[in-house]
């Protein structure tokens, strides 16, 4: 039952060095596309690898899952981009925040909330069709822990509105 803590470590001991990032983005008005692909990229390919190893899942269920959880990172990819763009109109409106900067991006952030939940539920759906009911609560289970996890060390770096 117990998740693999080094994976999760390593995780956590990168998503730390997001922690600067996210202060500096909001001094600089926003990391460059490039950058925030690769940092992207590089969390997406961490938490596979997490995710399949706290998974165990058997040799028949491997090849079932991966293409679906590949499916899952890509359109979990274009939330990821999202945030990124939600954190830099975030940090470009800072210094200057107006009412309607303020609603929009706490629209934005709720929409973008909502999407989490609702891909969370599609792949759910689609993880029953190919594995056990325990191990797609299994799943969301981890993905829970580390999206927490990223959301816990962007919570941290990015100051409240004022």
Known sequence: MKLHARP?????AALALLEGAAPAAAQTMGSTY??????????????RAIVLKSMDLTDTEVPKFTPIYDEYQKERKELYE???????KYASN????????????????????????SLTKKYAKRFDTVLPPAKVLRWAQVENKLNALMDFQGARAVPLAH
């Open 34 to 47: 490039d950058d925030t692909q690769l940092l992207i990229s590089q969390i997406q390919t961490d938490k």
């Open 8 to 12: 999760l470590l390593a995780l956590a």
């Open 94 to 117: 800072y210094d200057s925040m107006t009412d309607a900067a303020a609603k929009s991006i706490l629209k934005d952030f709720l929409k973008l909330q909502e999407d989490k939940l």
């Open 82 to 88: 999202r945030a990124a763009d939600l954190l830099n």
